[in-house]
């Protein structure tokens, strides 16, 4: 099966719309938000609209199915890139209603829905338990919102919970839900793009490190647009950061010369979904 996707741990993305409104620091510098104002789309913020797909846009995930059981796959498919399934917005529940439907009709698809909303999933969700394809995460970027967000993204019985810890903003502990098996996968990454903020390595050590301890997947996503200097060489080309949060300097350069490499080995894990 063909891969749409550029993101690294998913196969697919598809999204029920496009639009949504920032709510914390990791949405400072969304890269949605570039995209959608690039491709002349003005649908961000409480006021802004939402821009539905089209009715063959949706028949995509159906083509995947058909795809999946005829080559005994489980493609993995990120919803929504583009938005938040979680929104509170007025007219978006008629459109959910119809995502929660499609999910319903690809049961070999493992659906991801990653939201910075945990605390309306349980009001804005399907009615019912749900399906076995469904894996719920929330992202953390900080430990204030791995306090605020992990119990609630938690409280929900999804056959994987995961967290996105990208952009990774700060130090984050996640030893107390890891070690209770209340998560089961962590992503994490740094920035990219225009106001690119660095992530601390020994941020993505602890992060690696906790899950290798809690023997829970760990994938490494990218180190983004700056990198720790390891090199004299580069020593002159790099911007000094005067913040003591960092313990490394770093230099600026394109996210493909950065790699994906951390403690020597890419981290590509992935969660055993729970029968």
């Not at 939201?115 to 900080?142: A, C, D, F, M, Y």
């Not at 952009?167 to 030893?175: E, I, Q």
């Not at 107390?176 to 089961?184: F, H």
């Not at 992530?199 to 023997?215: H, S, Y």
Request: proline letters at 7%; one cysteine or more.
């Amino acid at each position: 099966m063909a891969k749409d996707s550029k993101i690294e741990w998913t196969t697919h993305t598809f999204n029920p719309w496009w639009g949504c409104t920032k709510v914390s620091p990791a949405c400072d510098n969304c890269y949605a938000e570039k995209w959608a104002k690039r491709t002349g789309h003005d649908i961000w913020g409480h006021k802004g609209p939402r821009r539905e797909l089209s009715d063959a846009y949706w028949k995509q995930p159906l083509a995947w199915q058909k795809q999946a059981e005829q080559q005994g796959v489980r493609p993995r498919v990120f919803c929504a890139s583009m938005a938040d399934v979680f929104e509170w917005k007025k007219g978006l529940n008629p459109i959910r209603e119809r995502l929660w439907e499609l999910i319903n009709q690809t049961p070999n698809l493992d659906w991801l829905l990653l939201t910075k909303r945990p605390h309306l999933i349980n009001r804005l969700g399907p009615q019912t338990p749900w399906p076995s394809n469904v894996w719920l995460g929330t992202t953390v970027e900080s430990q204030r919102f791995a306090n605020e967000r992990i119990p609630k993204l938690v409280e929900n019985d999804a056959t994987v919970r995961f967290l996105s810890c990208e952009p990774l903003l700060g130090p984050v502990d996640l030893t107390k839900w890891l070690e209770a098996g209340r998560i089961n996968w962590v992503i994490a990454g740094g920035e990219t793009g225009a106001g690119a903020r660095p992530t601390d390595p020994e941020w993505f050590e602890m992060l690696k490190d906790q899950c290798t301890t809690a023997g829970v997947p760990f994938h490494f996503k990218q180190w983004g647009d700056w990198y720790p200097i390891t090199d004299e060489v580069l020593v002159s080309s790099a911007r000094t950061l005067v913040d003591d949060k960092y313990s490394v300097r770093f230099v600026k350069r394109a996210k493909r010369l950065n790699g994906r490499t951390l403690a020597g080995r890419t981290w590509d894990e992935l969660p055993t979904p729970q029968s």
